[in-house]
């Protein structure tokens, strides 16, 4: 069950990568190319969930390739921007737009991607249109949050879960609704795919702050560094801070010289008194409560199987 789920997946994955490489085919060679470049890695999970609750509803899942392929191109334009403001030097193990070419060709190549994002919706219905309006001004209304939470000396667990729940939740919160639109679903279902879109996109964000501290940037394929150094308030370092302050200072002090030893005495910091572990648990409760919410109307156990299949991600 589980290889046939993922099989799945990987097909739903190809679809949206083909529809992908002719996103932008001709163009000024200093945004052909970056453009280009940076489609060609992902996960795809926003498009790939989209797909998957039009599947479960028995509606065909070419109505939402195109707006999946909007969620990817709104998502893509999301990280090419984060990247120049966090400074990341890598994303899908590769140098990122900033890095390769210049912050002026990043910032360029960033909006036209959500130009294209939007082109692709002009056929769409005006709902999904505003939709789409909210989910951007969320996602800009997250990263400035997250940027503010840089110069707090305290941010609160509930503030930080609204943070994410509007940087990275809501997004996914859309592409499960939208794929219950296209189904025709009722308000309540909506309401239900909604929410389940939200609560593991929280996760997948708390998922990716532990795998920030216990991962490598190989496996992970961006680079691990800018949380710490920027003062990031990510979920375990919140947990720390609460009680390990002293320890938190020292290894900021270090880290101003020694990037490298400052991870690892973080890392250590995490383990050793069981924050990582209380981030899991944390995360297995978010996705149980996701899944309660969908079980009854997930006809196929494709979101079920979907969960499982974030839980298990180890990049």
Known sequence: MKKMFETKINQLKDLIDKELVNIYPNGP???????????????????????????????????????????????????IHDDVMDKDQYRHNQLTIHRKWNTSVAILSGDAILALAFKRLNKTSNNIKELFNSALIAVCEGQALDIEFENLKNVSVKQYLEMINLKTGHMLGLSAELGGILSKLHKEELFKLREYGNLIGRAFQIQDDILEVISNKKIMGKSLNSDLLLGKKTYPMILAQSK????????????????????????????????????????????????????????????????????????
């Open 244 to 315: 390990f302050k002293k320890d938190i200072n020292y290894i900021r002090k270090v880290a101003l010289n020694d990037k490298e030893k400052a991870n690892l005495l973080f890392k250590d910091l995490l383990i050793n008194e069981d924050i990582i572990e209380r981030c899991m648990k944390f995360v297995d409760e978010i996705f149980l409560k996701a899944n309660s919410l969908v079980e009854s109307i997930d006809n196929n156990n494709n979101l079920i199987n979907f969960t499982k299949f974030l839980q298990e991600r180890k990049c």
């Open 29 to 79: 060679t200093l945004l052909n190319e970056p453009i280009n470049y940076i489609i060609s890695g992902g996960k795809r999970l926003r498009p790939i969930l989209c797909l998957l609750v039009c599947e479960s509803f028995d509606c065909s899942i070419q109505k939402a390739v195109i707006p999946g392929l909007s969620i990817e191109l709104l998502h893509i334009f999301s990280l």
